[in-house]
């Protein structure tokens, strides 16, 4: 069996023992030090007593590759995102940001989603995680939007939806991996998407009202001995979208600015949300115990993701595997605009089985390599596989949103019905790529603003 063939093996396998449930990050070292073992023992590396059986150059690339993981000054950033997220998440913030935007929009078709919307949006800039905003949104919307007669499947289909705007909206977690696997500027990677992220965000607002305004039905409006007095509302306001959204700003202006790096703006937003934390009176040492332990948590899975897919990525190099692909791909003779399609189908189709971190790290950086041979502009197509990721969260059978749902609500709906609820979504998403590839200034204007 030639290395390419191996290389091919190698990757199947990996995908076989994912799809049985073994742990990602392990799997990809497993797989990498493994095959690994065998390419560096059939390069003339030949034992010839047991002694050396071990003196493989491939436990030398490891800890290559685990020390470039652990000295990269970006990937700090991401632990400090992540508390930010949780420690605001921990402050009851977010539950009266939500009825405060509701009350504010009430008067607009199907209000109560559109609240939940823009809450998803907001928190989702605080916290780029997917699972706890859908999460806390089915706990905090769903029961509101429940008591308020809404169609299950539309209520659901507005969370699932909404709570992965946060891989795609800056401050996203997604796009400083992006950064380091695709060795791309973090800065112009947040600018280029600023405007897709609010594109995908306001799409799926026009779809609510637009629904809500053919079928009532669906989101009934607000009983006017339910709704308070505007001075309350305004005061709602004042204290729970305002301080958050200024924090917000505060921590992607100053990256967008050149003021800051990401790792020092996400410093400053972790700082931010301590305070907000404490000025909401929510700052208890539990709560902030359970924001450290799961910040701790989360960020030792990426790390260990990333140390697997740079040991798994450099050993499918050296056997051959990405000049194969490439190889298979450039003898098609396609032009951009094929070359662009054919790999969008290739990530949404593993968005099925497959999630966002396993997709960016074990698969983009195949065609990664590819770009300059079609003439596609890095960012721009950063942003294309940014919005296709909103696909793995949303398409079924391994729709993780939906599941993430389903698991806080129980019984209250089947998941064929968050199934049903989230299509209407997956279209706009699609749609907004077609956008965006007929309009590329959508993603490329802003960074070459800033940055030029």
């Known amino acids: 069996m030639s290395n390419p063939q191996v290389a091919i093996l190698m990757l199947t396998s990996f995908i076989f023992l994912v799809l049985l449930g073994f742990p990602v990050a392990f799997t990809l070292m497993a797989m990498g030090i493994?095959?690994?073992?065998?390419?560096?023992?059939?390069?003339?590396?030949?034992?010839?007593?047991?002694?050396?059986?071990?003196?493989?150059?491939?436990?030398?690339?490891?800890?290559?590759?685990?020390?470039?993981?652990?000295?990269?000054?970006?990937?700090?950033?991401i632990p400090l995102f992540l508390f930010m997220g949780y420690i605001v998440e921990r402050a009851s913030i977010i539950d009266k940001l939500f009825f405060s935007i509701y009350m504010a929009a009430r008067k607009l078709p199907g209000s109560m989603a559109i609240a939940a919307l823009i809450t998803c949006t907001v928190f989702s800039t605080a916290s780029g995680i997917v699972g706890a905003v859908v999460t806390l949104m089915g706990l905090l919307a769903f029961p509101a939007m429940a008591k308020a007669n809404y169609n299950k499947e539309f209520a659901s289909g507005v969370i699932c939806a909404g709570g992965t705007l946060g891989i795609l909206i800056?401050?996203?977690?997604?796009?400083?991996?992006?950064?380091?696997?695709?060795?791309?500027?973090?800065?112009?990677?947040?600018?280029?998407?600023?405007?897709p992220g609010l594109m995908l965000a306001g799409s799926y607002m026009v779809y609510v009202v637009i629904r809500a305004t053919m079928n009532p039905s669906l989101a009934p409006a607000p009983k006017d001995e339910d709704v308070?007095?505007?001075?309350?509302?305004?005061?709602?306001?004042?204290?729970?979208?305002?301080?958050l959204t200024i924090l917000i700003m505060l921590v992607l202006g100053?990256?967008?600015?050149?003021?800051?790096?990401?790792?020092?703006?996400?410093?400053?937003?972790?700082?931010?949300?301590?305070?907000?934390?404490?000025?909401?009176?929510?700052?208890?040492?539990?709560?902030?115990?359970?924001?450290?332990?799961?910040?701790?948590k989360a960020t030792s899975m990426v790390c260990w993701l990333f140390i697997g897919s740079f040991i798994f990525s450099a050993v499918f190099s050296l056997l051959g595997g990405e000049h194969l692909i490439k190889d298979w791909v450039l003898s098609f003779d396609l032009e951009p605009w094929q070359f662009l399609i054919l790999v969008q189908l290739i990530i949404f189709i593993?968005?099925?089985?497959?999630?966002?971190?396993?997709?960016?790290?074990?698969?983009?950086?195949?065609?990664?390599p590819m770009l300059s041979a079609f003439d596609v502009?890095?960012?721009?197509?950063?942003?294309?596989?940014?919005l296709n990721l909103q696909t793995s969260f949303l398409t079924p059978p391994m729709a993780m949103s939906a599941y993430y749902l389903k698991g806080v609500l129980k019984n209250q709906i089947e998941l064929v019905q968050i199934f049903k609820g989230i299509?209407?979504?997956?279209?706009?998403v699609i749609l907004c790529m077609v956008m965006m590839y007929q309009y590329p200034g959508i993603a490329l204007w802003l960074p070459d603003y800033l940055f030029p």
């Open 350 to 368: 593993l968005g099925w089985p497959l999630e966002w971190s396993e997709i960016l790290i074990i698969f983009v950086p195949i065609f990664l």
């Open 228 to 243: 308070p007095p505007p001075s309350v509302i305004f005061k709602d306001l004042l204290f729970s979208f305002f301080p």
């Open 423 to 428: 299509m209407p979504y997956l279209a706009i």
């Open 377 to 386: 502009n890095p960012y721009f197509f950063a942003m294309l596989v940014a």
């Open 170 to 195: 800056p401050p996203s977690i997604m796009l400083i991996v992006y950064s380091v696997i695709a060795e791309l500027s973090p800065l112009r990677l947040y600018a280029a998407a600023v405007f």
């Open 34 to 77: 493994s095959f690994g073992f065998y390419y560096y023992l059939t390069q003339g590396n030949k034992f010839e007593q047991i002694s050396d059986l071990f003196n493989n150059s491939i436990f030398d690339l490891f800890a290559q590759r685990t020390f470039e993981v652990m000295d990269n000054s970006t990937l700090v950033a």
């Open 254 to 296: 100053s990256i967008l600015g050149g003021l800051a790096t990401p790792a020092e703006a996400a410093a400053m937003g972790a700082a931010g949300g301590i305070g907000l934390a404490a000025a909401y009176r929510a700052l208890t040492w539990e709560k902030l115990k359970e924001s450290v332990f799961l910040t701790a």
